[in-house]
T-cell receptor
């Protein structure tokens, strides 16, 4: 089974621009979560989607948004980029059925490295 | 308050020796899951092992085992027979409750270096 894929792998943008990152989950997985990883803040949860609905959101400004399509693929968008948005953005998928099984493992993609200049 | 604490920023171990990476957690929820992930320099988070709060036995996956001490709220990762390829960042993470959320809370990580 193919793993989680993320595109692009690397991205360079300038302040004020916007960016869209894409994530394709493992086939059959319906839950997709996004995380931001920076040296200073570590790994922080951005949001989670299940069956095209955002179920949980982390403490990030409204510039960060996302969506999920009917095929479970997900995109996240960051508008009006700031220098502090430079980070590794990780997407994870799981086969969580919606019943809240905390033992469901999240499988991560290789990440998108975003550099904002 | 930090929910996941990893007190060892860096650890060194000789090849073929065992090493323990510490993780303590804080939760009032009786139902939770604990995970360990490995992150090589490439950036991808690789799932290693899972322990549920109701599991009676410590989890094991090949050379990885989890020393779960519920009363002490600790979930230490033990890597036996270290290999050079084990050099990476290791993260402990927790998911709380049956609320249907996929949110994982991560610790700051421990950088493991395996010396030949």
């Amino acid at each position: 089974k193919a793993g989680v894929t993320q595109t692009p792998r690397y991205l360079i943008k300038t302040r004020g621009q916007q960016v869209t990152l894409s994530c394709s989950p493992i086939s059959g997985h319906r839950s997709v979560s996004w995380y931001q990883q920076t040296p200073g803040q570590g790994l922080q949860f951005l949001f989670e989607y299940f069956s095209e609905t955002q179920r949980n959101k982390g403490n990030f400004p409204g510039r960060f948004s996302g969506r999920q399509f009917s095929n479970s693929r997900s995109e996240m968008n960051v508008s009006t980029l700031e220098l502090g948005d430079s980070a590794l953005y990780l997407c994870a998928s799981s086969s969580l059925t919606g019943g809240g099984e905390h033992q469901e493992t999240q499988y991560f993609g290789p990440g998108t490295r975003l550099l904002v200049l | 308050a930090q929910k996941i604490t990893q007190t060892q920023p860096g650890m060194f171990v000789q090849e073929k020796e065992a090493v323990t990476l510490d993780c303590t957690y804080d939760t009032s929820d009786p139902s939770y899951g604990l995970f360990w992930y490995k992150q090589p320099s490439s950036g991808e988070m690789i799932f290693l092992i899972y322990q549920g709060s109701y599991d009676q036995q410590n989890a094991t996956e090949g050379r990885y085992s989890l020393n779960f001490q519920k009363a002490r709220k600790s979930a230490n990762l033990v890597i036996s027979a270290s290999q050079l390829g084990d050099s990476a960042m290791y993260f402990c993470a927790m998911r709380e409750g049956p609320g249907g959320s996929e949110k994982l809370v991560f610790g700051k990580g421990t950088k493991l270096t395996v010396n030949p």
